[in-house]
């Protein structure tokens, strides 16, 4: 499975911007980025995912670097409910299998 | 709107007791999958049907079985409970197993094996 790298912990005021990084320097053409969230004590939950273009979803945005190494995770304006774990996870071509790292851990400051 | 639906929640078994988590899923996927989560760590997959009808091996599949009862049901079986065992066990499916869908998680089995 390709690999990607994400800072451990972040934190971030409750109703500021947040920016999630995630580097995947060795990702291929065909994998896509899929990032997923747990929060304490629940399963993951799907967040967004993309190939090459920015996303947008109710829930936040992907913005994926132009040669696909790099992208990151918005949460435009962070709540309390945001605090969870955030894992970014590529996902290949005929892969049935979702690689979950240490992702995220993001703090929510009320 | 259930989703993916765990039972049981919690549970505790003694080394060398048997017991079939079950999982079922009311959104008409097609794959479904067993992780295991230990803590401070991601998930690791067990066990996953691609379809009914087939299953096939993740990346932990020692000490468990598994099946597909019929499109909605995806059992895991520890036929004698180890405590390497205890970990918080999740189900998920996903519409297809392509790389372009996400996937629906349950809220998860805490086990432990004393």
Request: hydrophobic residues 30%; proline residues 5%; charged residues 15%.
């Amino acid at each position: 499975d390709a690999k990607t790298t994400q800072p451990n912990s972040m934190e971030s005021n409750e109703e500021e911007p947040v920016h999630l990084p995630c580097n995947h320097s060795t990702i291929s053409g065909t994998d896509y980025i899929h990032w997923y969230r747990q929060l304490p004590s629940q399963g993951p939950e799907y967040v967004i995912h993309g190939l090459t273009s920015n996303v947008n979803n109710r829930m936040a945005s992907l913005a994926i670097a132009e040669d696909r190494k790099s992208s990151t995770l918005i949460l435009h304006r962070a709540t309390l409910r945001d605090a969870a774990v955030y894992y970014c996870i590529l996902r290949e071509t005929g892969a049935n299998n979702l690689f979950f790292g240490t992702g995220t851990r993001l703090t929510v400051i009320p | 709107n259930a989703g993916v639906t765990q039972t049981p929640k919690f549970q505790v078994l003694k080394t060398g007791q048997s017991m079939t988590l079950q999982c079922a899923q009311d959104m008409n996927h097609n794959s479904m999958y067993w992780y295991r989560q230990d803590p401070g760590m991601g998930l690791r997959l067990i066990y996953y049907s691609a379809s009914e009808g087939t299953t096939d091996k993740g990346e932990v599949p020692n000490g468990y079985n598994v099946s597909r009862l019929n499109k909605r049901e995806f059992s895991l079986r520890l036929e004698s409970a180890a405590p390497s065992q205890t970990s918080v066990y999740f189900c998920a499916s996903s519409d297809l197993t392509g790389p372009n869908y996400g996937y629906t998680f349950g809220s998860g089995t805490r086990l432990t094996v004393v």
